[in-house]
């Protein structure tokens, strides 16, 4: 089958839709199909996946201007000039797939799935969102060949309710990090003697301005100064603007000690890093809408390592009952 992956992203990327996409294309390559993966034009990124046709993205001076004002840090001037980049891009992207004939598109965006609708093609929408209602409407107005595929149970609890065919499609992680038991046997007495409690934290800080669960990692660094504890926190990830938010707030109540920012590693980095670790803390995003799966949930589970969660429904969706990991509250 000719399918086509479309991102609203770099591809390839060390982003988690990018660790996830490869893992569908390696899947779908598996299976004999061809795939061709559109995406925003990137510079050159190492892969471990071949077998694919890219075909991405050229910006001319008027995308470029776009893409720079919505790289700003600014939620209201970022979305407007975000939709007219997207607008552009998926213009091209439609008129390639009328020209292509793909038997499949794969996406990951409502607004894809929008805007190519009208192409005589079947379409797989990954839900990785709460769809609003007007969204609803329109997929229910729809006549063509659709498959939903949601990726948490709180999403597929809702699209029970609309009359179109869905597979659940939680996010998955390649098995090969998973934990063998030598690394856990080994891991057990050194955590037992360290002097210095060492807490990882992976993922994005503040992205579009809304807090991933920081504060958190904070109030624990102020715990531990209370009451004369040696630990480390590790943070791993966020971008330049992130990290200097971050900063000046550690800075100001005095807990930078505690802390060390690694910034944006690559996704082979973070992993190792969650290994190398003696607890992973999963915090709960201040986000009151996200419905997603998270994937660093099920990497912090197979790192081997304790890991201490947040209780929010996310990880409730993520993590069943036989899943060891420690709740704590906020």
């Not at 980049?85 to 794969?106: G, M, T």
Request: charged share 25%.
């Amino acid at each position: 089958m000719k399918v086509a992956l479309v991102l609203l992203g770099r591809f390839p990327t060390d982003k988690a839709y990018g660790v996830t996409s490869t893992a569908t294309i390696e899947c779908l390559n598996s299976m004999g199909h061809e795939v061709t993966v559109y995406s925003f034009d990137s510079v050159p990124h190492s892969s471990n996946v071949d077998n694919y046709k890219r075909k991405a993205f050229k910006d001319n001076n008027y995308t470029n201007f776009l893409r720079k004002q919505f790289s700003k840090n600014n939620k209201f001037v970022n979305q407007i000039y975000w939709k007219l980049y997207i607008r552009k891009y998926l213009h091209w992207v439609q008129l390639d797939c009328r020209k292509e004939h793909y038997q499949l598109i794969w996406m990951r965006n409502f607004e894809t799935f929008q805007k190519l609708s009208l192409l005589q093609s079947s379409f797989l929408l990954e839900l990785h969102s709460i769809l609003n209602n007007q969204q609803i409407s329109f997929i229910k107005k729809y006549n063509g060949n659709l498959l939903l595929a949601p990726i948490s149970k709180k999403i597929k609890s809702q699209c029970e309710k609309i009359a179109t065919p869905h597979a659940f499609a939680p996010m998955g992680i390649n098995s090969s990090f998973l934990a063998s038991n030598l690394e856990i046997d080994d891991y057990l007495p050194k955590l037992r003697k360290s002097k210095i409690l060492e807490f990882v934290y992976v993922g994005k800080l503040f992205p579009g301005g809304i807090s991933k669960g920081v504060e958190t990692l904070i109030s624990i660094a102020k715990f531990a100064q209370k009451n004369l504890f040696d630990l480390k926190i590790k943070v791993i990830g966020g971008n330049e603007t992130e990290i200097i938010r971050f900063r000046e707030i550690i800075a100001r109540e005095n807990v930078h000690t505690y802390f060390e920012l690694k910034g944006q590693q690559s996704h082979e980095i973070a992993l190792r890093e969650l290994k190398n670790s003696d607890v992973v803390i999963l915090t709960k995003s201040t986000d009151p809408n996200y419905a997603g799966f998270p994937l660093k949930a099920i990497e912090a589970l197979a790192s081997g390592r304790v890991t201490v969660v947040e209780e929010n429904d996310a990880y409730k969706d993520a993590f069943d009952e036989d899943a060891f990991v420690i709740w704590f509250r906020s």
